[in-house]
C-alpha cells in the first residue's frame, strides 16, 4: 500500500443554510479544498451522504457532484454508512489512493436537512427498521437507553452529561464554522427542555446543513501541493449489532472499540500517543461512550472526562476541539469529513484560538446510527 | 496493485419476492456466495443498493447485512450510484482487495422494490432533482428522448429496439434466475402499450426484488477457493452530465464510453477481444447506446444489432445472455453483480444452455440514472 497524505481541506459554515442548495454546498467545500492546494484536476471523487433521497429527492450524487465542479467525466461515488458516511468517504478514497490506481482523490460529505424532509423520521432510516423504527423509536429514545444503561453500570450522572455539551459549545464559541458559537452553562443544559429522559434538548446535536472535502495523494507527491501535509497513518473500520436489542451490553459500543484497534494497528499508535480527537458527539453520552471505546480513558470513567477538563482544550487530551457535533453542527454525511479537517488543521498549527500546542498525531471517530458501524483515522504531522 | 480475482458467486432468483425482504435477500445470494468458495469469514463487505431509504425506509445497510450474516464487526459500506450501484460495489470491493489491506471482500448488491413504494418516483431521485426530477419527467421519458434522437440521428426502427427485447427474452428464458422466463416476438412488443412513445411496455425492464454477490480475493490465494477462479483484468469508471439538457449530444453515453476506454486501457484489451458482455438495456434504446459506448459496434451501428444476430446467442458478439435487465429483472442496486455473475460463469463454462463456446475474456457494463454514471469490468480465464 502506498503511504497517502491529506494536502487541502475545505468546509461551509455549519448551520441552517436555507440559501444553498445540496450541490452548492458541495461546490463551496470542494473548490476551498482544491484551491488550499492549488490542485486543477481530480482523478475520482467520493462523496459521504446519508439521505440525499429521502431529505431532498436526490440519490446518485457522485456524477452530479463531478457535474457542478465543472468535471464531468471523473470517476465519483456515494458511500453511505448513515452519520459515519463522511468517514467512509474519507476510507475508500484513502483506499483508492493507496492501491496506487489514483494519485489525487477528494473525500468529501455533504448534507441538506432543512429543506422540509422530516429530519427525525429520516435519521430513523439509520436504526433496524424492522426491529426499531418500525415500532416507533428515534434517535433520542435510542441513546437515552444508552445513557440509562451508562448510568446504571457506572453511576454516570445528569450532571457529567452536560459537561460534554458545555465543554462543547466552550469549544465551537472558538471555531467560526460552527452552528452555535455560543457557550452554555451546566444549568442551561440541566433545564433544558426533555427530549427522551434523560437526554435534554441541549444534549442533543443539531439538525445542519453543510459540506466539508479533503484532498489526498500519494505521500510522496504531497509537498507539489502543500508543504504542510498530514499523513494519514491508519484507518479502521467496524461494524456492530444494529438494534439494541441484538448488543450484549448497551453502555459500550463495540464498533468504536474494534475500529480504533484496527486503527491503532494500521498506524502502530495507541490511545496514548494521540494528541488531540474528535469523536462522534451526537448526542452527550456518546462521547462518554466513544472515548472509553477508543481507549482513551478506561471503560466506565468517561463520564468525568468532560467534568475534570481531561477532554478540555487546556487539559491531558482536548476531544472535540471544533465543538463536535454538539455544537460545530452535524449535517451527517458531511460530520466524518469535517472531523478530520479539525484535525488536519491542527496537525498543521492552523487551528487559531482552538489549538492544542505541539500536536503532532490526531484521531477522528466518526459512528453511524447507534453505533453500528463506526470508523477511525488516525494523522501524523509530517 | 495486486490482482484480484472472483472466487464465489451466489444470487437469488429476480423477480416480485413478496416473501422476502431486503436483508432475506442480502443473505441468500451472500451465503450461496460463500459456500461456493467453501469461505467461512470475510474481511470487508460492500453493498451496491440505490434507495433502501426510499423503498423500504432502510439506510445504513452495511452492518444490517454484516449482522444478518452472523458477522457483525466486518467493516461493511453501502455504495451507491444509482442503477450502477452494484457495479460500484463491484469496483470498490475490487480497490480494496488491490490495495492490499483486506484478502476477501464480498461485492454484493441488494434491492427490494416491491414493497409498496412508489417505484416511479423513488427511481426518479437519479435523475438531476431540481433539473429533471421536480419537473415532473421521469425514467421512460428520459430514455424516450435518448431514443428519438438515436432515431432521428441514425434512422434507427422501433423495430430495432424491438429486437433488443425479442434477443433478451430468448436469452432470459434460458436462465433459471430470470424474472420472465418466456420468448416474445417482435409482434408482441409492437402492440405493447405505450410508456413514453417510442417506448413501450416490452421495451422497459421490469420492477424486480433481487440479491447478487460475488467474493473476490488476490488472484494468487485464489486457488484456495476454487479451480477456476475468474481475472478482474480492469475496471473503468466515468460521470457524465446528469441532465440531458446539459449534454452536447442525447444520442452518445460519454460515460459509457469513458468508462469502457479506461477498462480497456487497465487490462490491455480492446472491443474486439471482448467474447461476451452484459449491458445496461435498463430499456432496450439503452443497450442500442451502449454497444455503441463500449466500442462494440460503430456509432449509429447499435440499431442493428440485435436484428441481425450479431448480439445474440450465436451470434459474433453475444450481449446479454443472462437475459439481461429487461428478461432477467433488474433490483437496481443487485443488477451491476448479476451482470458480473453470468460473466463469471460464462468463463467457467457453467451457463449451461446459454453457454458461449471457448468463452475467455468478457466484460460487463453497469450504468446510473440517464447515464450520468457508467461502470465497466472486463473479466479473464486464468
Chains 1, 2 share one sequence.
Request: charged share 20%; aromatic share 4%.
Amino acid at each position: 500500500m502506498r503511504e497517502v497524505a491529506i494536502v487541502g481541506a475545505g468546509m461551509t459554515r455549519f448551520g441552517e443554510l436555507w440559501q444553498s442548495g445540496l450541490r452548492d454546498l458541495f461546490a463551496e467545500a470542494a473548490v476551498e479544498a482544491l484551491e488550499l492546494a492549488g490542485a486543477d484536476h481530480l482523478d475520482a471523487i467520493y462523496v459521504g451522504n446519508m439521505s440525499g433521497g429521502r431529505f431532498v429527492g436526490q440519490e446518485h450524487l457522485g456524477p452530479l457532484m463531478a457535474e457542478q465542479l465543472g468535471m464531468a467525466g471523473v470517476p465519483a461515488t456515494r458511500v453511505e454508512s448513515a452519520c459515519a458516511s463522511g468517514g467512509v468517504a474519507l476510507r475508500t478514497a484513502f483506499l483508492e489512493v493507496a492501491s496506487g490506481l489514483s494519485d489525487l482523490v477528494l473525500a468529501a460529505g455533504v448534507e441538506k436537512m432543512t429543506d422540509g424532509a422530516d429530519v427525525t423520521d429520516v435519521l430513523a432510516t439509520a436504526a433496524d427498521q424492522e426491529l426499531e423504527a418500525y415500532h416507533g423509536i428515534t434517535f433520542p429514545g435510542l441513546y437515552a437507553m444508552i445513557a440509562r444503561a451508562h448510568m446504571d453500570a457506572f453511576g454516570t450522572t445528569e450532571e457529567d452529561l452536560a459537561h460534554v455539551a458545555v465543554k462543547n459549545h466552550r469549544h465551537g464559541a472558538l471555531n467560526p464554522k460552527a452552528q452555535f458559537r455560543r457557550e452554555l452553562t451546566v444549568d442551561q443544559v440541566l433545564k433544558s427542555a426533555i427530549v427522551a429522559e434523560p437526554l435534554r434538548l441541549l444534549h442533543c446535536s443539531p439538525v445542519s446543513d453543510g459540506a466539508a472535502a479533503v484532498l489526498l495523494c500519494p505521500l510522496d507527491q504531497a509537498r507539489r501541493y502543500t508543504d504542510r501535509p498530514v499523513k494519514i497513518l491508519g484507518s479502521g473500520m467496524a461494524s456492530a449489532p444494529m438494534a439494541l436489542a441484538n448488543r450484549e451490553d448497551l453502555s459500550s459500543l463495540d464498533a468504536v472499540r474494534l475500529s480504533a484497534e484496527r486503527a491503532y494497528k494500521m498506524s502502530d499508535t495507541d490511545p496514548g500517543k494521540i494528541d488531540v480527537a474528535e469523536v462522534h458527539d451526537c448526542f452527550s453520552i456518546a462521547e462518554i461512550c466513544c472515548i472509553e471505546g477508543i481507549g482513551m480513558v478506561e471503560k466506565g470513567k468517561g463520564g468525568e472526562a468532560a467534568r475534570t477538563g481531561f477532554t478540555a482544550l487546556g487539559g491531558r487530551r482536548p476531544v472535540n476541539t471544533s465543538g463536535g457535533l454538539k455544537s460545530k453542527g452535524h449535517p451527517v454525511g458531511a460530520t466524518g469529513i469535517a472531523q478530520a479537517i479539525e484535525i488536519f488543521e491542527q496537525l498543521r498549527g492552523e487551528a487559531g484560538e482552538r489549538q492544542v500546542p505541539e500536536a503532532a498525531i490526531g484521531l477522528t471517530q466518526n459512528m453511524g446510527g447507534s453505533g453500528a458501524s463506526s470508523v477511525v483515522h488516525v494523522f501524523g504531522r509530517v
